[in-house]
C-alpha cells in the first residue's frame, strides 16, 4: 500500500491554461515597451518618431488581448486561475498607464 494512499490525500486534476499563461507573457512584454518608450521619450525631450506611437497603440492592442485570455480562462474548468488573476492584473495596470499617457498627450495640445 501507497504512503499516499494511506494518509487520505486529495490530488488535484487542475492544469494550468495556456490562454493564462499567454496572458501574462502579453501583458510583460507589454509592460516592458510601454517603460521603454517614456524612458526613451524623456530622453529624448519628447522629439521621438512616429514609431513611439505606433509602440504605444501596440501595447493598447497586446493588454486587450491579454485581458480577453485572462478572462476567458474563467469559462473553463479544473484549471488554476492564479495566473489569469496575475495576467488581468499586469494588464490592467498597464492600461492604465496607457489611458494617463495617452491624456497627458491630449491635455498638451
Do not use: E, W
Not at 8 to 16: R, W
Not at 36 to 61: E, P, R, Y
Not at 87 to 107: E, K
Amino acid at each position: 500500500m501507497n504512503i499516499f494512499q494511506q494518509a487520505n490525500y486529495k490530488f488535484t486534476d487542475k492544469k494550468i491554461d495556456p490562454s493564462s499563461v499567454m496572458s501574462i507573457v502579453l501583458s510583460v512584454i507589454s509592460t516592458i515597451a510601454n517603460i521603454a518608450q517614456v524612458i526613451i521619450s524623456f530622453h529624448l525631450a519628447g522629439d521621438v518618431a512616429m514609431k513611439s506611437g505606433l509602440t504605444s497603440i501596440m501595447c493598447l492592442v497586446f493588454c486587450f488581448v491579454a485581458l480577453g485570455l485572462g478572462v476567458s480562462t474563467y469559462f473553463r474548468k479544473n484549471v488554476f486561475y492564479i495566473f489569469a488573476h496575475v495576467g488581468i492584473v499586469i494588464s490592467s495596470v498597464n492600461l492604465l498607464f496607457l489611458m494617463y499617457i495617452y491624456g497627458v498627450g491630449i491635455m498638451a495640445n
